[in-house]
Nanobody
Framework: QVQLVESGGGLVQAGDSLRLSCVAS????????MGWFRQAPGKEREFVAS????????YYEDSVKGRFTISRDNAKNTVYLQMNSLKSDETAVYYC???????????????WGQGTQVTVSS
């Protein structure tokens, strides 16, 4: 089993930057692909970014490409999402997720964090 805890959310203005962190429990983190998802009010959860076990492969949803960066520090059991030039329509609860396998993917995640609220004002 894996437990994930997100942090770093908050209230920012459009155009600002924010970095989210997700700390994973146990010693399975280094072999697991990780992902970030978000759920805006009234919408279903959507994929944002993923990273493979070693950090060599990354996928991004098209709208965040070039602005968001996913990274990981396996020694700290932590995955990050650096979000730059935030837009007001990106207000959402952001979730960290882990796969049992090590290949980055847009789906197939088995463990989820509780989420952290990101509010972007205009």
């Amino acid at each position: 089993q894996v437990q994930l805890v997100e942090s770093g959310g908050g209230l920012v203005q459009a155009g600002d930057s924010l970095r989210l962190s997700c700390v994973a429990s146990g010693r399975t983190f280094s072999s697991s692909a990780m992902g970030w998802f978000r759920q805006a009010p009234g919408k279903e959860r959507e994929f944002v970014a993923s990273i493979n076990w070693s950090g060599t492969t990354k996928y991004y949803e098209d709208s965040v490409k070039g602005r968001f960066t996913i990274s990981r520090d396996n020694a700290k059991n932590t995955v990050y999402l650096q979000m730059n030039s935030l837009k007001s329509d990106e207000t959402a609860v952001y979730y960290c997720a882990a796969r049992t396998g090590g290949v980055a993917s847009k789906r197939g995640y088995d463990y989820w964090g509780q989420g952290t609220q990101v509010t972007v004002s205009s």
